[in-house]
């Protein structure tokens, strides 16, 4: 499975973002997707995530409210819909997927396919 992340770029505090992920490969059994961001300094983190089939999605306490994570199985397409943003969103925002449950969706080794990182600014 091959990741494909678009939508980064500068946007003022309190603006929005789209970000997507074009899945592309082996996309006929997919279990999980998911969204972490890396700041400058700091560990890879958990943003959201959402499950292949059905309607379960699972937030961060630190963008509950404010992101929404929401998929088109037809098209292959990860989307992460960020509004009101905050300086503290600025990082690398990477996508990632799982063909099968492999540990909470939280970890990082819980998947297996990762995507290049997409660069999000937000200025003060």
């Known amino acids: 499975v091959q990741l494909q992340a678009s939508g980064g770029g500068l946007v003022q505090a309190g603006g929005s973002l789209r970000l997507s992920c074009a899945a592309s490969?082996?996309?006929?059994?997919?279990?999980?997707m998911a969204w972490f961001r890396q700041a400058p300094g700091r560990e890879r983190e958990f943003v959201a995530s959402?499950?292949?089939?059905?309607?379960?999605?699972y937030y961060a306490d630190s963008v509950k409210g404010r992101f929404t994570i929401s998929r088109d199985n037809a098209k292959n397409i990860l989307y992460l819909q960020m509004n009101s943003l905050k300086p503290e969103d600025t990082a690398v925002y990477c996508c990632?997927?799982?063909?099968?449950?492999?540990?909470?969706?939280?970890?990082?080794?819980?998947?297996?396919?990762w995507g290049q990182g997409t660069q999000v600014t937000v200025s003060s």
């Open positions: 990632a997927a799982s063909q099968y449950y492999s540990g909470a969706n939280y970890y990082r080794s819980s998947y297996a396919y």
């Open positions: 959402i499950r292949w089939s059905g309607s379960n999605t």
């Open positions: 490969g082996r996309t006929g059994i997919m279990y999980e």
